[in-house]
């Protein structure tokens, strides 16, 4: 299944409307959830999931990102598109106009084979820890 769950209940950023995640209700207390579905924070009240939500912000999401392609290759990434049914990554053009870009469509919430990346982001023929 992909797409944002029955029941998430979306949480917006005061003054532009930005959505930044969602809040879903877990037993008596609620889970923070980020913008590529991945939870912030454990069971929590109202007001804390909201506050983490929006002190997670929307900033990360332009960070350096690993992903893990089926034959166990480690690819660096960036994150290109963010909607409710899917997360579009593109792999890392370290700023070169003329570079190659590979794009992998993944379903929303991100799989575990999307992660931070992990290796030196000042190295520019290493893919991650194991590229």
Wanted: proline residues 5%; negative net charge.
């Amino acid at each position: 299944m992909t797409g944002v769950p029955e029941g998430w209940i979306e949480h917006r950023r005061a003054g532009d409307r930005e959505l930044l995640g969602w809040v879903r209700v877990d037993g008596d207390g609620f889970v923070a959830v980020d913008r590529i579905g991945r939870e912030l924070t454990g069971v929590v009240d109202w007001h804390e999931a909201e506050e983490a939500l929006d002190e997670h912000g929307l900033h990360w999401l332009a960070d350096l990102w690993q992903l893990t392609l089926d034959d166990g290759l480690v690819v660096r990434v960036r994150i290109a598109e963010v909607a409710t049914d899917r997360v579009v990554v593109a792999t890392d053009d370290f700023g070169n106009v003329d570079a190659v870009v590979m794009r992998h469509v993944l379903p929303f919430p991100a799989p575990a084979t999307l992660r931070p990346f992990e290796g030196d982001r000042h190295v520019l023929d290493g893919a991650g820890p194991t590229g």
